[in-house]
């Protein structure tokens, strides 16, 4: 079966600009999580979205915000990008409420690079 | 807050050599996963381990769950050049959902 996607793959954007990131989870599968991962601070989790209803939000400011439609399929959006977004932003199924012991299947992530 | 600290940062060996990477924490976890992860790709289970002292073997990966749920290894016997990557320990807390605390991450150099 097809597994996670995300699009863009890369993406360049300039400081206060906004930017949104998509995820398709495997087919069947309604939780997505969204984890950055940078070089300094590893991967740390944004949130996570389970039937269109978010279950899980970490520690980042309010520039950053999600949403998960009817088909599981999960967008997220940066707005008034700095600098230090740039990071790869990973999307994450799982079926129902398996991650903690079945783990996550994570897409291959966008890159993004804020100049 | 859950934190996990994985040991070392850094690691560079020769073909053929052991290893053992480290996962510590002062928090108790429900599960714990370890991930390997390659340039420009997301992470990729390993395994899941979920009882305290459990032992799981991978091939040449072994996998420890500390007795106390706090702390986990992984022992690399006679590693390969493809084994090189970002290994990333997980840990599953008791929260509603399914949020994952991951370390830092050990990256692992296998020189041929």
């Known amino acids: 079966k097809a597994g996670v996607t995300q699009t863009p793959r890369y993406l360049i954007k300039t400081r206060g600009q906004q930017v949104t990131l998509s995820c398709s989870p495997i087919s069947g599968h309604r939780s997505v999580s969204w984890y950055q991962q940078t070089p300094g601070q590893g991967l740390q989790f944004l949130f996570e979205y389970f039937s269109e209803t978010q279950r899980n939000k970490g520690n980042f400011p309010g520039r950053f915000s999600g949403r998960q439609f009817s088909n599981s399929r999960s967008e997220m959006n940066v707005s008034t990008l700095e600098l230090g977004d740039s990071a790869l932003y990973l999307c994450?199924?799982?079926?129902?409420?398996?991650?903690?012991?079945?783990?996550?299947?994570f897409g291959s992530g966008t890159r993004l690079t804020v100049v | 807050t859950q934190l996990l600290e994985q040991s070392p940062q850094f690691l560079s060996i020769q073909e053929g050599e052991n290893l053992t990477v480290y996962c510590n924490s002062s928090?108790?976890?429900?599960?714990l996963q370890w991930y390997r992860q390659e340039p420009g790709e997301g992470p990729v289970l390993l395994v899941t381990?979920?009882?305290?002292?459990e032992v799981k073997k991978l091939k040449r990966l072994t996998f420890q769950f500390g007795d106390a749920r706090k702390d986990s290894s992984l022992h690399i016997t006679a590693a390969q050049p493809g084994d090189t990557g970002l290994y990333l320990c997980?840990?599953?807390?008791?929260?509603?959902?399914?949020?994952?605390?991951f370390g830092g991450g050990t990256r692992l150099m296998v020189k041929p």
């Open positions: 997980a840990g599953g807390g008791h929260n509603a959902g399914n949020m994952l605390t």
């Open positions: 381990v979920v009882t305290g002292g």
């Open positions: 928090s108790v976890f429900s599960s």
């Open positions: 994450a199924s799982s079926l129902e409420m398996r991650a903690p012991v079945a783990g996550y299947t």
